[in-house]
């Protein structure tokens, strides 16, 4: 964990967030600042900075974050229709917490992939 880490913060739930799932690996929570009717996070409870990050030791706990995620949509009613998945990394990629999460992004449909 990292102290100053807003994410952990949710984890060890020092500051609180609306928890859609959470297990001995993962939370999810939805966004504070929601782009689409569905906007939530999963992420690993471990403090893992970026994608960038991840190691071969995290394989199992990857994995288990992205079949998460899926269920995450379905619990949330949004896998029929669709959603996006979005991770961004580092400065360029638009990364504004340092602790890896995957945004699901649905009920609406979302427009192209445009990077400006
Ligand atoms: P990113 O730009 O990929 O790092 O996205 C960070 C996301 O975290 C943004 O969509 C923020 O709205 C969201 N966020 C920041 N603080 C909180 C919080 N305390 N609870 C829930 N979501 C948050
Ligand atoms: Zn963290």
């Known amino acids: 964990m990292s102290s100053d880490c807003i994410f952990c913060k949710i984890v060890n739930g020092t500051i609180p967030a609306r928890k859609i799932y959470e297990d001995d690996q993962v939370v999810a929570f939805h966004d504070i600042h929601p782009q689409t009717p569905v906007h939530a996070l999963v992420i690993p409870k471990r403090h893992i900075v970026c994608l960038d ?4 030791e995290d394989r199992t706990m990857a994995g288990h ?3 998460r995620v899926a269920h995450v949509a379905r619990e949330l009613g949004v896998a029929a229709e669709g959603y ?7 400065e360029h ?3 504004e917490v340092d602790h890896l999460h995957i945004h699901i992004l649905g009920g609406r449909r979302v427009g192209p992939m445009v990077c400006r």
Do not use: A
Not at 53 to 56: A, E, N, P, Q
Not at 84 to 90: C, D, G, K, S, Y
């Open 53 to 56: 990050d991840l190691r071969d």
């Open 65 to 67: 974050l992205l079949e």
């Open 93 to 95: 990629g638009g990364q």
């Open 84 to 90: 996006r998945t979005l991770i961004n990394t580092r």
